[in-house]
């Protein structure tokens, strides 16, 4: 069974920082592209962050870009969305995702999806 789990959400002030992480099984990290995105209340869902399954080619949103960094780690078969800087608008629950090799901006996409962890940015 393919599966991804978020895990690092929470409560954080304006300009602070937090790591999400996304344990994934059932599958091989050097064979999916993994994916966060974020939906707010009342709003789509977004892509913010991609890494291809090489692990050498990333993309960000231009909101979250220079603030955001994507990282996986095959081993651990993990991945990762560090979180600098950040602002209230990136409130919002935050979904790991997984699909075959590349990359796609269309949530329709990817066929793994995990339940989504909370981030509120607050003060």
């Known amino acids: 069974q393919l599966q991804v789990v978020e895990s690092g959400g929470g409560l954080v002030q304006p300009g602070g920082s937090l790591r999400l992480s996304c344990a994934v099984s059932?599958?091989?990290?050097?064979?999916?592209?993994i994916a966060w995105f974020r939906q707010a209340p009342g709003k789509e869902r977004e892509r913010i962050s991609c890494?291809?399954?090489?692990?050498?080619?990333?993309n960000y949103a231009d909101s979250v870009k220079g603030r955001f960094t994507i990282s996986r780690d095959s081993g651990k078969k993990a991945a990762y969305l560090q979180m600098s800087s950040l602002k209230v608008e990136d409130t919002a629950v935050y979904y790991c995702?997984?699909?075959?090799?590349?990359?796609?901006?269309?949530?329709?996409?990817?066929?793994?999806w995990g339940q989504g962890t909370q981030v509120t940015v607050s003060s």
């Open positions: 059932g599958f091989t990290l050097n064979l999916y592209a």
């Open positions: 890494i291809h399954s090489s692990g050498l080619t990333t």
């Open positions: 995702a997984g699909r075959p090799l590349v990359c796609s901006d269309s949530p329709a996409d990817y066929d793994i």
